[in-house]
């Protein structure tokens, strides 16, 4: 996800709903209980804030959908508690003052909103990698010659298998950059199967190299894969 939109938009959450929350509340020359409700409506603003950016690093890195639903609900009720409280301890506020905390208010449950579903659908290539990642994981050996006795390790036959499921599991990942590591990893997997078939065994070294290079860039671009 973009680095300016993943510090822009929780700061703007945050902007908003400051807006809704905290406009009229005074701070200084109140007793205590009143400046500890003043300081709880800022705490609420950072949880929008901190929800919203939680939500939308989950979502674009390939985590699961309740997950970012949990994460963006709290976001959600920080900042709608957060402007019901306000409207309790500003209750001199004109007509004209709630009407622009409301769309504030209003206006942060939007971009809370609209941020995370943008950042989901952004994330789709990081959900449809993780077989792919989970294969490569268990399967690592594969990239690395075998040193076995000739009968007694994996067979060629056995490699060409193994380049059949990762091409088949790479096929899946469609969005996104790490689609492009996807096909490489498919296109290096079938060269190691090639060189086994050939005997060699230092062409299969580098091309292994290759692989994890390629999943290092996948696991940097969908920290969740990792």
């Known amino acids: 996800m973009d680095s300016l939109v993943t510090v822009a938009v929780p700061a703007l959450v945050a902007v908003l709903t400051a807006a809704g929350a905290i406009i009229g509340v005074q701070f ?50 920080a900042v709608t508690v957060a402007h019901v409280l306000w409207r309790r301890l500003v209750l001199d506020a004109d007509h004209s003052t709630r009407w622009r905390a409301t769309t504030a208010a209003v206006a942060a449950v939007v971009v809370l909103i609209g941020s995370i579903t943008w950042a989901y659908h952004n994330g789709a290539g990081c959900r449809q990698v993780k077989s792919l990642m989970q294969v490569s994981t268990a399967t690592a050996g594969a990239l690395v010659p075998s040193m076995a006795p000739a009968g007694q390790g994996p067979t060629s036959g056995d490699y060409d298998e193994w380049a059949k499921v990762i091409g088949e599991q790479a096929q899946q990942v469609t969005s996104g950059s790490v689609a492009e590591s996807a096909r490489t990893i498919a296109d290096l997997a079938r060269q190691i199967a090639d060189a086994e078939r050939s005997g060699d065994k230092a062409r299969h070294a580098i091309l292994g190299t290759k692989i994890q290079d390629q999943l290092v860039a996948i696991r940097t671009e969908c920290p969740s894969q990792r």
């Open 28 to 77: 200084r020359d109140v007793d205590a209980y009143e400046r500890r409700r003043g300081f709880w409506q800022l705490l609420l603003v950072l949880v929008a804030a901190l929800s919203t950016w939680f939500a939308t690093q989950t979502a674009s890195s390939g985590g699961q959908l309740y997950e970012v639903l949990i994460i963006g609900a709290f976001g959600f009720a």
